[in-house]
């Protein structure tokens, strides 16, 4: 079901019903990165998919650092009467699911971490965000598709995949693209926070993930206790995307698990 948002919601499909969970899609796609998870909702769970402000279909934020998305979830969250929900995010996507857990962890029914990390980016990092801006300000999203596309997928993707990647990528703003590279440059650590994280956490990892490796996950899974590692087979750092059956079996587990 496509569900239509007002200029200052989030707009968002969702799928199935029962246990709520909300899916953050990463940098520089939008929610349709979900299209395999909101095609295929497993009995018990409410599958939701927002675009982050800019992103999509949604109004763009005064703010683009992943507290402000956050707060943004939050909002959205609010509009659907969810006092809580589990929340996944991938690359990005997590790094927002984090800031999530900081800002009102109750709210965080259980986290699912894709392909992400919980560590902040150094001064060479920031540097490499900025550098990233200007090239978008100065040359258009192309230059942006072409270096990231084959570090996004794993190598002999399918090229359909490939081919719907790149065109989700051409059909974000520049502005947008631009102004959350800085934001992602600004994020903090999230190592204490997700240490002290209580509730159920899921953590899953592309087999050949080149962006955020399976030690970045296995760091993850350290810094919150109990949590699971899910390593996809054949996948790269989009492996909800990239073998969605495996990755939809393993969140139909988790919020199984939950229920």
């Known amino acids: 079901m ?24 990463g940098f520089p796609v939008d929610r349709r990165l979900f299209a395999p998870q909101l095609e295929g909702p497993r009995a018990g769970v409410r599958v939701i998919a927002p675009d982050l402000p800019g992103f999509g279909r949604s109004a763009p934020s005064s703010t683009f650092t992943m507290e402000a998305f956050a707060e943004r979830v939050f909002g959205l969250m609010d509009a659907l009467e969810l006092p809580s929900a589990v929340v996944g995010g991938v690359s990005m996507g997590g790094y927002v699911a984090m800031a999530m857990t ?5 709210r965080v029914r259980g986290l699912v971490l894709i392909d992400t990390q919980s560590i902040a980016d150094d001064d060479a990092g920031r540097a490499r ?3 990233t801006a200007v090239e978008l300000e100065r040359d258009g999203v192309e230059p942006l598709v ?22 989700m990528m051409r059909e974000q703003p520049v502005a947008t693209l631009a102004a959350t ?3 992602l440059g600004q994020r903090t650590d999230a190592k204490d926070i997700l240490s002290r994280f209580a509730n159920p956490c899921l953590v ?3 087999e050949h993930d080149v962006v955020t490796p399976l030690e970045r996950a296995e760091q ?20 909800n995307f990239e ?4 990755v939809n079996a393993a969140l139909a587990r988790f919020v199984a698990s939950m229920r």
């Open 2 to 25: 496509v569900t239509p948002s007002p200029h200052e919601q989030l707009f968002h499909q969702e799928a199935g019903a029962g246990v709520p969970l909300v899916l953050l899609h």
């Open 129 to 131: 965000r900025e550098a």
């Open 181 to 183: 590279s800085r934001g």
């Open 146 to 167: 072409r270096a990231m596309v084959p570090r996004l997928l794993a190598p002999g993707a399918d090229p359909a995949l490939r081919g719907a990647l790149e065109v």
């Open 220 to 239: 993850l899974r350290g810094l919150v206790s109990g949590a699971q590692l899910e390593i996809v087979a054949g996948a790269g750092h989009l492996a």
């Open 243 to 246: 073998r969605p059956a495996q």
């Open 102 to 106: 900081r800002l009102d962890p109750g």
């Open 204 to 206: 899953m990892v592309g």
